[in-house]
């Protein structure tokens, strides 16, 4: 079974400073998907970026990407020039290929910026 | 656009009390169906998908059962709500045979057991 593990519980920073969110996993797939999800206070989840395993090329979303390391297993986000917007929660996600597209969440992080 | 729809959004219920959450999807046929909780603090666990009318797979044993009654809709009941039922319960949908669909999610229900 895969899991997630997202070691920072809670984290905050300053406006404008750039975070970077940490989450590791464990699977012995070869093929599969990772995300990240942002959760604000309206608990609404919302997708922020997605990256291919099959794919070296980090993926990246306007001021949010990500460090993808495949064989430490890592998929960190970054986040640069944070904005009072960006305070949410932030779950890490794994799905392997076929099937059902279920995703695996990590515990998720407490983002906080502060003005 | 694709739209989904989950309702109610609170819910306070009694120990011992039936419970039924509604979603439905709206803008997209043959969905795969989803249903997540989350606990206070916690991450997102998955309890149910379904991948087609009256196809439902449980990943957790569990007080709770899910139908999907209609291609775009997916209900969520209990018979007899516990204590330990109380949680966020999100629903959500993803494209069926397209393996790098993400899920998209609805607003949520909190449900509070008493």
């Known amino acids: 079974a895969q899991t997630v593990t997202q070691s920072q519980p809670e984290m905050s920073v300053q406006e404008a400073e750039t975070v970077t969110l940490s989450c590791t996993y464990d699977t012995s797939e070869n093929n599969y998907y990772l995300f990240w999800y942002k959760q604000p206070p309206s608990r609404q989840m919302i997708l922020v970026i997605r990256q291919e395993a099959y794919k070296q090329q980090n993926a990246t979303e306007n001021r949010f990407s990500v460090n993808f390391q495949k064989a430490a297993k890592s998929f960190s986000l970054k986040i640069s020039d944070s904005q009072l917007g960006d305070t949410a929660m932030y779950f890490c996600?794994?799905?392997?290929?076929?099937?059902?597209?279920?995703?695996?969440f990590g515990q998720g992080t407490r983002l906080t910026i502060n003005p | 656009s694709q739209t989904i729809h989950q309702w109610p959004a609170t819910l306070v219920q009694p120990v011992g009390s039936p419970l039924s959450l509604e979603c439905t999807v709206e803008g997209t046929s043959n969905p795969n169906l989803y249903w997540y909780r989350q606990a206070a603090g916690r991450g997102l666990q998955l309890l149910f998908y379904s991948v087609g009318i009256g196809q439902i797979s449980s990943e957790v044993p569990q007080n709770l059962s899910a139908s999907r009654p209609q291609d775009r809709q997916f209900i969520l009941s209990s018979k007899k709500l516990l204590l330990s039922d109380s949680g966020f319960y999100l629903c959500a949908w993803s494209i069926r045979g397209q393996e790098s669909s993400p899920l998209h999610f609805g607003n949520g229900t909190r449900l509070t057991v008493t």
């Open positions: 996600a794994f799905m392997k290929l076929g099937g059902a597209q279920k995703l695996v």
